[in-house]
Each structure stands twice: as C-alpha cells, then as structure tokens.
C-alpha cells in the first residue's frame, strides 16, 4: 500500500476505510482496516457460505492473495447455528480464518431458494432446504444472527427482486430494503463491526436512485448493489453500476454483490468499486473451467489428455509449478478429489493476481493500460459472455 496521504477516509468503532488514488476513469485503490487486520481494495471476496470456501484451506486462501471472506447468515443460522457459533469464539475462530469476514444476511435466497420462501413486511418465512422447517427471518433477526457470528461487515436484510420484474415490483422491493435498512440501523452491533446498505431498483435508473439516496440517507458504512447478474444484460448491469457509483459518498466502500467474471471485475473497478464476491472461480473449478491470462481452458476437452504443459504457462501458482493439463485432466475426468481442489486453488491464485495487478496499475496510473492489455490477451469465447466494445 502506498504511504502517501490519503485523498478520504472514514472511521467508525475500529474500522478505517481510505481512499489513496483515483484514476481518470474513476478506478481507485484504498486499504479497509479492520480489527482482523488490513483489505487492500479493490479487493475479491472468495465465498464461503458454510463457514469454508470448498475444498480449501484457510492457509491456502492467503496463500491466493485474500484478506477477506464471505460467508453466509442464512446458511450458518440453519446449520450449525450462530449460537453454537458463537460459543465456539465467534466464525473467526471456529473455522481458524484470521482475515475479515463479510457475511451476506440471507436477502439473496428471496431468489435462490425463491419456491421455499414468502415475503411480507415482517420479514421472509423461509422453509429450511436442510429438513423443510420453517423459519421467520426478520431484519432483526438478520442482523442478530450476524452479531453472534462476529462478522466484521453485516449486510442489511435486503428485499431483491427476481429478474425479470416489472416496475412496480421493483419499486416494492425499493422501498421495503429501505425499510427493512431502517430496522436494521437499531440492532446494537459489537464495536468492531460495519453495517452496509444494498441498493435495489432492478434495471430501472430512477428507482437504482431513489434507492441510494434513501440509503445514503440513512449514513451507513458503506454501500453494496444488489440484483445485478440475475440474468440482464451487461449494458444495462454498467448502467445500473455507473447511475448508483455517481450518487454514493466517495469516502464509503463500495461493494458490488455476486458479479465475478474477471471481465466484470475489470469492468467494476473501472467504474470506481471496491469490493467483490463470486462463487465462479470455486465453482467453476469444480466443474473444470480454468482461468488464463489468455481466456479459458476446460480441463476435461480431449485435446488437453496428453498435453504436458501447465494450465497457464504464465502462472506462479503452486498447481501450475507442479502438475500438467493432462495430469489435471486425468483427475476431473476419474472425479478425483484432488483434481477438483488443485482447479480451485488456481483458479482463486488467478483471481488473487488479478486484484493485486489491477491495485498496482491503478498505483502506478496505468489502469487505462492494463484494461486494454488484458482484452487484447484474452481470446474471444462464443460461450462465454463477454464485454464488447469496452476499450477503444
């Protein structure tokens, strides 16, 4: 990090957040410290809902790079508990991560568990996926749950809106977050810990405002967007990000929920965010898609079973220091465990040498450069979705 004066920073109980360059564009690197230690930002959160990001140790997920995780209330409220979690010294300790820990308030699962689930002013009734219990999770209730984990940043219980929906289901969702924000701000949390808004809106510019001014409104440690990567299109998912970035205090993090192809994390961090999270790069190496300076490689493509060379020659990672495409090839296609572990750790050592390259380009003004440099590297994929036009 650099020692020069910052241009902002904010601070609240422990917590500092400033903010040390900004590029033209609007890129900006800062450093979040926090009481488990410093986050250099822009920075990439991998997802750990169960209290582990699969298959990984926790040693290993500094070794990639990551100062901080993000792990589910919802899924930890179901199982094994927070009040277990809590008797065990908190997340930090019970799963042995020393970093910080964000942890998402279950607002999501409105989407993805969207036929167990019923929304009402009180809160979202949720019907467990693990044994088909019924549980009422309110904003306080959220908020609660986040308290006894011992997370470093809570996030808001959230009303976000499936895509499609239309404009008055969108605005519902507007003004219920809002709501359900304000009940948020009236839970005691521990000294150490931040509370962040989401902002809703669905691809709607008036409502993704009216959302961040009520948001902003309520002075909160920093700001998320929510509901994006459901499906839109990624113009409408830049001018969602632009339309909210441009209202939100620049002296507050600013964290973009669930996007993570490298090229959206190229495309945000252009568009001055700080933070990130994705299950892609674990996800994807589980199911053999690799990342590469050069674009993809899928592990289990017969072209790749006598192949002696790394996945990406370029790559410092351990897997990449040590073990072939063929061999890796071997281990998905026999459904080895170790294949799978092996193709998470360079996936996540990509994305950790993604953030750290994009952290310097922007320290040494350079951030124009580098965005161009890395599409001209990448070899275009019909299937993949891809940002066109992004860099004259």
């Known amino acids: 990090m650099s020692s020069s004066e910052p241009q902002s920073t904010v601070s609240s109980g422990t917590n ?3 903010v040390f360059r900004t590029s033209v564009c609007g890129a900006r690197v800062g450093l979040l410290s926090m009481s488990h230690g410093d986050i250099e930002t822009p920075a990439f959160m991998p997802v750990g809902s169960q209290g582990t990001v ?8 500094r070794d990639c790079g990551f100062q901080m995780i993000l792990a589910n209330a919802y899924h930890l409220f179901l199982r094994p508990g927070h009040e277990l979690i809590e008797s065990q010294g908190g997340l930090h300790n019970f799963m042995q991560w020393s970093g910080g820990i964000l942890t998402d308030s279950g607002g999501f699962q409105m989407v993805s568990l969207a036929d167990l689930c019923k929304i009402t002013e009180e809160g979202v009734k949720f019907r467990s996926h693990i044994n088909g219990e019924w549980h009422m999770l309110s904003p306080e209730k959220s908020m609660g749950i986040q308290v006894a984990l011992g997370s470093d940043i809570m996030m808001v219980l959230d009303h976000c809106p499936p895509f499609p929906c239309t404009g008055p289901q969108a605005q519902e969702a507007v003004k219920r977050t809002t709501r359900w924000a304000k009940r948020c701000t009236e839970v005691p949390k521990k000294d150490h810990q931040w509370m962040f808004g989401i902002v809703q809106g669905g691809v709607f510019p008036e409502l993704r405002k009216e959302s961040t001014q009520e948001l902003v ?43 993570g192809l ?8 252009a568009r001055g965010l700080d933070l990130f999270d994705c299950v892609i790069p674990t996800r994807h190496g589980r199911t053999g898609w690799l990342f590469t300076s050069t674009g993809r490689v899928l592990i289990k493509q017969a072209r790749y ?77 019909t299937s993949e979705p891809l940002v066109q036009d992004v860099v004259k």
């Not at 459901?230 to 620049?250: D, N, Q, R, Y």
């Not at 490298?262 to 961090?269: A, S």
């Open 16 to 18: 500092s957040f400033s």
């Open 54 to 61: 699969k298959g990984v140790d926790p040693h290993e997920i």
């Open 217 to 259: 409104a309520l002075d909160m440690d920093g700001y998320a967007l929510g509901g994006l990567s459901l499906g839109e299109e990624k113009p409408a998912m830049f001018e969602m990000i632009e339309t909210v970035v441009s209202l939100l205090p620049p002296d507050r993090p600013r964290y973009l929920m669930g996007v």
């Open 262 to 269: 490298p090229e959206d994390l190229v495309e945000g961090v």
């Open 305 to 381: 079973k006598q192949d002696p060379n790394p996945i990406d020659p370029t790559c410092e990672c351990p897997v990449c220091q040590r073990f072939s495409r063929a061999y890796l090839r071997h281990l998905f296609i026999s459904r080895e465990m170790l294949g799978v572990r092996l193709n998470t750790v360079h996936n996540l050592w990509y994305y950790g040498k993604l953030m750290a390259e994009m952290r310097q380009a922007i320290r040494d003004n350079q951030f124009e450069d580098y965005r161009k440099e890395f599409y001209r590297r990448r070899e275009p994929v």
